[in-house]
């Protein structure tokens, strides 16, 4: 009886742990856009319009089209088409870092004459690919 009990316990524990380790490990935290030459927080690439952080929410402080730390503000730093900092300016040479929970990085480019950078197509493709991906 008790090695029946015995491998019960062992089963039911392998099974708890294995599906611990598939829940860690199935969540990705968004990847987040930092200012290249500051460091400063822009926010993180999420399509959840309802995270404070996200740049896809229309009343956050890194979605809004009004705050000064969007992307999405065609008039401030970060999203104007005439500034160095901008991802919609085709000629910009500090556009939003992009970094992922692995440290990765690359740069968010909107409208590039640059290779090997984000642009807006990838970008909505990526945001795609993380919904199908969430838990």
Known sequence: MTKIYTFILLFFSAVVLMFLLSSAVAYAA??????????????????????QDSTSNPYGQYGSEYSQDSINNPYGQYGSEYSNDS????????????????????YLKFRTNLPAIIDSDGY????????NQAP
């Open 30 to 51: 968004p990847p987040i856009l930092v200012d290249g030459q500051t460091g400063k927080y822009l926010g993180t690439l999420s399509n959840n319009p309802y995270d």
């Open 87 to 106: 991802p919609n300016n085709p000629y910009a040479t500090n556009p939003p870092a992009i970094i992922d929970s692995d440290g990765y990085y690359d």
């Open 124 to 131: 909505y493709d990526y945001l795609k690919f993380r919904i």
